[in-house]
């Protein structure tokens, strides 16, 4: 192997997992998968590996250890593979996997009216007072994927992360689908606007109108 193969067999795997770290931060994919806090993070990273890749280019050639070619040349398939084919999580899957987020919230220092509350807001706000009679006539406007939850009618759901998907934790609220029409499929997004209800003890979204939405752009909520 000659001399400047060898120096890009070291550099074509750096220089790939570079690109896949810029591009996800570049074409919003991160959002996807990290808060917005750690961004810079990957951005980091993404100079560095680029930066040692054209290093190694322009270096000296390393005496390769026995192996290593193979490694590298698998890395760097793996890498490829990631750019051709980027990861589309699936909320629903992730979160059905994941323990829901049952952290309580002893007491909120502040409350939004009714309508402007989000759905993370409305399953914080019944845990600071898990009263639903309190709520029931109250305006709902939420918005959120479509969770299954076994043995009941799906939730509308979102993803609680303190960094990432790994640490991803989902919270829903129960809502009363129309009679005699099709349940919605998972993972859709909707955007509901309806009114609260206590329904068998507990808070249920009474939709008056519902909405297919895209998926936000930063899905993710701390």
Known sequence: MGRFAGRLLQAVPLALWAAVLLRSAADG?????????FHPLVWGAGLLLLALALLRL???TERPERGTAWRDLLTAAMAALLLLL????????????RPSD???EAELSFVLPPAQRSLTDWVRLLRSQPDPALFAGDPARISGFVLPVPGEAPQLARLLVRCCLADATPVGLPVRWPAGEPLPQADQWLAIKGTMAVDSGRLVVVPEEIR???????????
């Not at 895209?214 to 899905?219: S, V």
């Open 86 to 97: 980027p990861p589309n999580p699936s909320f629903a899957d992730l979160a059905s996997q």
């Open 102 to 104: 049952e952290t309580a």
């Open 29 to 37: 994919r991160l959002d996807l998968l990290l808060r917005e806090a």
């Open 212 to 222: 297919p939405i895209p998926r936000p752009e930063r899905p993710l909520e701390p």
């Open 58 to 60: 322009a270096g000296p």
